[in-house]
């Protein structure tokens, strides 16, 4: 069945790093990524999304590429700011018809500190 | 921005219980869905709902578990008899279309969820 693995948390950057959030996926066929943010306090957000290999999606500074090759489609972000604090998301959606539910991986909580 | 609103934020029920989870999806939205995240674990899928019956269901929907949309606004999700690992945050989505593949893709927005706790 499909799945979605990423690296465990939590991680604690000082603000400016760099960040990488690795997400790898099983599926069948061709599925849709997606990364969400959760904010303390808050529900899921959509941060980004690829719907085929070789997508890019991007948003706020955040990028991902939907890699075929490696399954992969790991998050990452330039300089990261304290505000960016918040548990990450990686989610997959199985391509076939009739299909609507979104798979996540466990979430990686992410603090950044001044 | 429109967005997903949940109602209550906090429920506590005895063991035993029925207890009725309240969800707005946006206005224009045509697809809905639950999932629940028991602390510490995945954010899992429930159920999807379109056109007034269900489209999809996981494992985890059992016959304790049903929706309804009762009137123009509202989505609920009843739990019959509740269980102490029925405990979890639980999350409503809606979406304008739930098609996936290569077609036009709508994203699922989430309400900020309702924190269930069976005692």
Known sequence: ?114 | EPEVTQTPSHQVTQMGQEVILRCVPISNHLYFYWYRQILGQKVEFLVSFYNNEISEKSEIFDDQFSVERPDGSNFTLKIRSTKLEDSAMYFCASSESGQGGRGVFQPQHFGDGTRLSIL
């Not at chain 1, 999304?49 to 790991?74: C, M």
Request: aromatic share 14%.
């Open chain 1, 1 to 114: 069945g499909n799945s979605v693995t990423q690296m465990e948390g939590p991680v604690t950057l000082s603000e400016e790093a760099f960040l990488t959030i690795n997400c790898t996926y099983t599926a069948t066929g061709y599925p849709s990524l997606f990364w969400y943010v959760q904010y303390p306090g808050e529900g899921l957000q959509l941060l980004l999304k690829a719907t085929k290999a070789d997508d890019k999606g991007s948003n706020k500074g955040f990028e991902a590429t939907y890699r075929k090759e490696t399954t992969s489609f790991h998050l990452e972000k330039g300089s990261v700011q304290v505000s960016d604090s918040a548990v990450y998301f990686c989610a997959l959606r199985f391509s076939g018809a009739g299909s609507y539910q979104l798979t996540f991986g466990k979430g990686t909580k992410l603090s950044v500190i001044p």
